[in-house]
């Protein structure tokens, strides 16, 4: 298709006053978006005209320029919508969050220093936190009580995590993922024939401490992550190899104890990096081994 008049990833400068930037809702949020209309493609076999393709990009600092909704609007006329990051660098383009407002709460003598519900509340607010990002315990008898996100033994929710019980769900467009902690990784898409899913790689220890031994630790570790190889997944279209993925655990240095930020890297085909950073992260990683293992009383 020959593309019309614009270029895609250098929109004009846009502020309020001078031009109302369209949105879309994608994911019950509002996203402004740049259009770019593509003319005179292959004839439509219905109407005889060429096909036309409308793409729409929006703000996504994870983005990787890749098409994450296609749909036919009307006969022979298209819609694409691409998330990328050089769109934001443009901040009339990024998505408007909602403002959060921190709650401080002190415990009464010889109370305890959390209410009981207190971890409840935290499953609830990471289920909304930002990055689309939500955890979804893999079973309903995990009930936690509290949570202390300051200690290594931080309550229920971080050990069902590090029990790989209490699992990370994220991303968006047609592929999420799913992380359980020292079990597997996996990429899965629903639709009205059910979920397809796509397991990137599973846990071994072994295989992880003879993974990490070749590397060089420094590179593979340190105050503020660590490394873990999860190996032999599906078997790669491309490669005619099993899928493995290296996930960086994080320490989030700023937000709340409740803000989990997960997203999925692929750098080369089939081989992946799955970055989870979160403050609850921070106590652990000062606990690991030589092996970038947690160690935990």
């Not at 200690?151 to 992380?179: N, S």
């Not at 630790?217 to 490669?239: A, E, F």
Request: aromatic share 10%; glycine share 6%.
């Amino acid at each position: 298709m020959k593309k019309k008049e614009v270029t895609p990833l250098e929109p004009p400068p846009a502020t309020a006053e001078e031009e109302k930037i369209p949105t879309m809702i994608i994911e019950e949020k509002q996203h402004p978006y740049y259009a770019v209309d593509y003319v005179d493609g292959t004839p439509c076999d219905l109407g005889g005209d060429g096909r036309r393709t409308r793409v729409l990009y929006v703000c996504y600092e994870h983005g990787r320029n890749e098409i994450v909704l296609f749909r036919e609007t009307s006969t022979c006329e298209y819609e694409a919508v691409v998330e990328t990051p050089y769109l934001c660098q443009n901040s009339a383009y990024r998505i408007k969050e909602d403002p959060v407002h921190n709650i401080e709460c002190r415990s009464l003598d010889n109370s305890p220093a959390f209410p009981r519900l207190y971890g409840e509340h935290v499953a609830a607010e990471m289920a909304d936190a930002g990055d689309d990002v939500t955890a979804q315990p893999d079973t309903s008898e995990a009930s936690p009580s509290h949570v202390e996100p300051a200690r290594p033994d931080a309550g229920p929710i971080v050990r069902q995590f590090l029990e790989g019980t209490y699992c990370l769900r994220g991303g968006r467009g047609w592929w999420k993922y799913e992380f359980c902690y020292q079990r597997y990784v996996k990429q899965y898409h629903a639709d009205r024939n059910g979920q397809t899913d796509v397991f990137l790689g599973y846990w071994n220890e072994q295989t992880h401490l003879d993974w990490f031994r070749q590397k060089e630790k420094r590179k593979r570790m340190s105050d503020k992550h660590v490394m873990h190889y999860y190996s032999k997944g599906d078997k790669c279209d491309l490669t005619k190899r099993p899928r493995d993925v290296q996930v960086k655990l994080r320490c989030a240095r700023e937000g709340s104890a409740s803000q989990v930020t997960v997203y999925l890297e692929e750098p080369s085909p089939c081989q992946y990096v799955l970055t989870v950073e979160t403050m609850l992260l921070c106590s652990l990683i000062e606990t690991v081994d030589q092996d970038g293992l947690f160690v935990l009383e």
